[in-house]
């Protein structure tokens, strides 16, 4: 994508942020472009997943006002001593792998944040459907001196700390489900997505992904399970640069406090959030499931199921629970 269509873009969105119409003509006209060119470039913002009318005689409009993500916003929530870098922006692939390709010159707690993302994922190569300034696509960088072996549980305390941040936003009634999901009404509202590199023993860089959903558009068809978003649960809706700043501030102070103290200070926590606790369920790893009753997780972070045989733990990345 050319810089000099971003641009443009960028600009006519500003423009439509006020959410009402505007014609081709006089978009044009404020862009020094033509027409055809607005058109053109409405087609691509649709393609992201935007939400804009065309009404003959009228213009475009955006369906939803918008609010687009703007650094010095995000830095209004964060302590002044935060130093680490935010970077905002606007269209790319992942979050994540934007943070892992320049891994090696970055300090912890350097984040980035897209307005959508092509190529979004979730764990095991899975897609995160990610449409234009409907969400947060969040990363933060953080290397563990420990290595690999030190982060079992993170995405666990990942988790408590969006729900912290949420809380602190004004929405409730959030749910845990293990290892990365954040659920409300029993639906997905947000997943982390945490890849490392390193090798065990030595430190290790962590990438922590955060996809939360605020205000999807409403003909959205490509998630293959129920989901929601912030807008069915905060009334007025949350702006995103307030969301971001407090996630921002709550995930450094958690990625802190995990390095130093491990799992351990977010468990009691997690516990009270579990989703599945004492419900029947199924864990399937690889090929294979096993049914059970959810117990919670052990101090490692390993999930907990109870079948005839006893309460066994289960630890690794290839596991996930489903309802039964
Ligand atoms: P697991 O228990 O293995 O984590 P999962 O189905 O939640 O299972 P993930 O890899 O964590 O799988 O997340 C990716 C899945 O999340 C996708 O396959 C899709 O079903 C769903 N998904 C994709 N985009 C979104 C979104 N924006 N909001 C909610 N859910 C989404
Ligand atoms: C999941 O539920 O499997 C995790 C989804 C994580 C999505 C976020 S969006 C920001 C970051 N960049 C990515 O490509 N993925 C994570």
Known sequence: MSKSSELIRGNLLSILADNTFHSG??????????????????????????????????????????????????????????????????????????????????????????????AGRGRHGRKWVSPYAASLYLSMHWSFAGGYSVLGGLSLAVGVAIVEALNQCGVQGLQLKWPNDIYAQGKKLAGV???????????????????????????????????????????????????????????TNTLSLFESSGLEPFINKWRELDIYANQAIKLVIGQNTVSGIGRGIDTSGAILLETQQGIKAYHGGEISVRAI
């Open 25 to 118: 003509e006089t978009l044009g006209a404020r862009l020094g472009i033509s027409r055809a060119a607005i058109s053109n470039h409405i087609k691509v913002l649709s393609s992201l997943g935007l939400d804009i009318f065309s009404v003959t005689g009228k213009g475009y409009s955006l369906a939803q006002p918008l609010t687009l993500l703007e650094t010095h916003k995000i830095r209004e929530q964060l302590a002044s001593t935060h130093t680490a870098d935010i970077e905002v922006l606007n269209v790319i692939g992942s979050t994540n792998q934007y943070l892992k390709d320049k891994s090696i010159d970055i300090n912890n707690g350097h984040t980035c944040l897209a307005e959508a993302q092509t």
């Open 193 to 251: 997505l945490i890849e490392v590199e390193g090798q065990i023993g030595s430190e290790c860089q962590a990438i922590i992904g955060i996809g939360l959903n605020v205000a999807l558009p409403k003909n959205i068809q490509e998630i293959g399970q129920p989901w929601i978003d912030l807008s069915h649960l905060s009334d007025p809706l949350i702006d995103r640069n307030i969301l971001a700043g407090t996630l921002i501030s709550e995930l």
